[in-house]
């Protein structure tokens, strides 16, 4: 069993149920490089500094960089009746090289190495997962310049609205994702700041130097207030929110497809490697990495609900409620990387239904603002054109008759301005061709747009 680093103030042994209680080996056992690298960068100042003997620091360097081989390879075998990932690391350090690796605590509290711990872990992991995120763009991104020909009914209160290149759609998916992107690297400036040397809360009175750790880890700046330092954990609420806000817009991209991929729709065919099918209902095809990443998204509020509520409470500084904002944010982010890595191969295994939704693009209520804005040229205020066109979308309705079939004469008692040249806009492309204002759906414009994330996304 690992020794405590606190053992010899107690005057009798903790009971089992203590230790099983307080430990979270379990799951803070995921930042033994992070905290190995930490105890490096710590133990190389010790020895610069002459707080240690250059001796002690060079054998625990070299201890540490042993045991760093162990984790990354998965020789190391952690200790689950461990208090945590820094006894843990240190029990080995000293099986390793003897009573030398008990210096490497000097001048450090598991309140510093713990802070230390978190920003290394999640500077790693944002790195990734904006990686994964340009991917999922780029494959959004591929999915879209294969269907540049394909125009759907774009909806709203999702009733049919009007006409939109597919395209131009699956952009809009892309823009969240980097506002996502961009959220998260805004995070990391912010948490980009080293913690060690703050000690258990008031500093160390031994001549460390914090900056030359800093730059031993590649931080930004150093902590200014030590107090701050071990107490806070806004860094974490704030990826968590980021990534409660990325999990919304998966959740959304998601259920678009399930949508499109229902009988009803018919728009598109997920591919049969990402559905599953029915114990009792033979001709099921289901679409359930997408419900498990609508449902995840839950799960990702869940998290970040769970931080804030643990955060609201504690006193200043440091306290051992803090040890419980791991399990969610550990969660949180590698259920992010699960949901982003089969999108990614997702996208790559949906095929349109062309024949369908070129069906469905035939519907004329599709065209009515097309029509307003032709009145709106002829000199019509937008009130009486949409009054116009409102009239004759209600009697063609309930005639069952189309608009683009009315007869010069019919189209001139709704206005004198109707000429039959309108009937030459009541069509798909003519709809998405017209729409030419910055940002619109015209086609043009939206090939501009894909050669900008293109370019953006490399
Ligand atoms: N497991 C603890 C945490 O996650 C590490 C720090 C423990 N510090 C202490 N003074 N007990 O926060």
């Known amino acids: 069993m690992t020794k405590k680093l606190w053992g010899s103030r107690f005057p009798k042994k903790t009971s089992i149920l203590t230790n099983k209680f307080t430990s979270s080996i ?9 905290d190995i690298l930490g105890s490096i960068a710590h133990a190389k100042m010790l020895g610069i500094q002459k707080i240690i003997p ?23 075998k952690f200790d689950s009746s461990a208090e945590d990932v820094h006894s843990n690391i240190q029990e080995a350090l000293f099986k390793k090289i003897g009573p030398a690796a008990y210096k490497l605590h000097t001048a450090r509290s598991r309140n510093d190495q713990i ?3 978190i920003r290394m872990y999640l500077k790693d992991q944002i790195c990734q997962i904006t990686e994964l995120l340009t991917g999922l763009q780029k494959a959004i991104l591929k999915f879209a310049k ?11 209160h999702l009733q049919l609205a009007q006409c939109v290149l597919l395209a131009h759609h699956l952009l ?8 996502d992107k961009t959220r998260l690297l805004d995070a990391y400036e912010r948490l980009d700041s080293m913690p060690l040397g703050s000690g258990a809360l008031s500093g160390t009175s ?14 930004k700046s150093i902590t200014a207030n030590s107090i701050d330092s071990v107490a806070d954990r806004d860094f974490i609420i704030e990826v968590l929110s980021d990534l409660a806000i990325m999990a919304v817009h998966l959740s959304r991209i998601a259920e678009d497809l399930i949508l499109w991929s229902t009988k009803e729709f018919n728009y598109i065919d997920i591919d049969f490697s990402f559905c599953t099918g029915s114990s009792i209902m033979p001709h099921k095809k289901n679409p359930d990495v997408l419900e498990l990443i ?3 998204a839950g799960r990702m509020q869940g998290n970040l609900s769970s931080v804030l509520i643990l955060m609201k409470g504690i006193p200043f ?45 035939k519907d004329e209520s599709l065209f009515s603002v097309d029509i307003v804005e032709y009145l709106i040229k002829k000199g019509l205020s937008y009130r009486k054109a949409h009054d116009v066109v409102g009239k004759m979308v209600k009697e063609c309705l309930d005639k069952g008759a189309a608009i683009s079939r009315l007869t010069d004469k019919e189209l001139k008692r709704y206005s004198p301005k109707l000429g039959s040249d309108v009937k030459k806009i009541i069509n798909a492309w003519d709809s998405v061709n017209l729409k030419k204002s910055y940002g619109g759906t015209n086609p043009k414009q939206v090939i501009l747009q894909i050669q900008r994330w293109n370019q953006r996304l490399g």
């Open 317 to 361: 500084s440091y306290n051992r409620d803090l040890q419980l904002d791991k399990p969610p944010l550990f969660d949180a982010i590698d259920t992010t990387k699960e949901i982003l890595g089969i999108f990614i191969s997702l996208f790559g295994n949906i095929a349109i239904n062309k024949e369908t939704v070129a069906s469905r693009i």
């Open 115 to 117: 802070a230390l711990d």
């Open 54 to 76: 250059r001796q002690d620091a060079k054998l625990i360097v070299k201890g540490l960089n042993a045991l760093l081989e162990d984790v990354k390879s998965g020789r190391f």
């Open 206 to 219: 031994l001549p460390i130097n914090r900056e030359f750790v800093r730059k031993e880890l590649g931080f």
């Open 172 to 179: 809009a998916y892309i823009e969240g994702l980097q506002r």
């Open 26 to 34: 379990n799951f803070d056992k995921q930042l033994a490089v992070y």
């Open 294 to 296: 609508r449902g995840y």
């Open 146 to 156: 294969k269907n540049i020909d394909v125009i759907i009914p774009g909806y709203t």
